[in-house]
């Protein structure tokens, strides 16, 4: 499955979904600083699913109303960055079929899915 994960994101998390045999567009190797709609445009452009720390793009899928392939909403806080990368490519790896489309939370206990219309 191709992703793009925002520079938010931590760098071992990446390279997990990498290792995992996923294509990761990483925004922090290409151009950190661009804006949340901007990282949005590129994810819909590459119909690739977004991984993502910041909490806007909540605001921006269902308030704004704006279409996205898929957004996962990482929130993993205290915990290491080797034990993060394991939990987000194992959730992702899990769910694979359920992202597309839906607005998924990962969280330290659970994984979160919420198709979006």
């Known amino acids: 499955m191709n992703f793009v994960a925002d520079e938010s994101v931590d760098r071992?998390?990446?390279?997990a979904i990498r290792s995992s045999g996923h294509m990761v567009t990483y925004v922090a190797e290409m151009e950190p600083g661009i804006t949340d709609?901007?990282?949005l445009n590129l994810a819909n452009k590459l119909q690739a699913v977004l991984i993502t720390s910041d909490?806007?793009?909540g605001?921006?899928?269902f308030r704004?109303?704006?279409?996205?392939?898929?957004v996962v909403l990482v929130r993993l806080m205290a915990l290491s960055q080797e034990t993060?990368?394991?939990l987000v490519a194992g959730e992702l790896n899990k769910h694979l079929d359920e992202l597309r489309g839906a607005?998924?939370?990962?969280?330290r206990n659970r994984l979160?899915?919420?198709?979006m219309r």
């Open 59 to 61: 605001e921006i899928v």
């Open 112 to 115: 979160r899915i919420r198709k």
């Open 12 to 15: 071992d998390i990446v390279i």
């Open 103 to 107: 607005f998924s939370v990962i969280t």
């Open 64 to 70: 704004q109303g704006r279409v996205a392939a898929g």
């Open 55 to 57: 909490k806007d793009f």
């Open 84 to 86: 993060k990368a394991r």
């Open 37 to 39: 709609e901007v990282v």
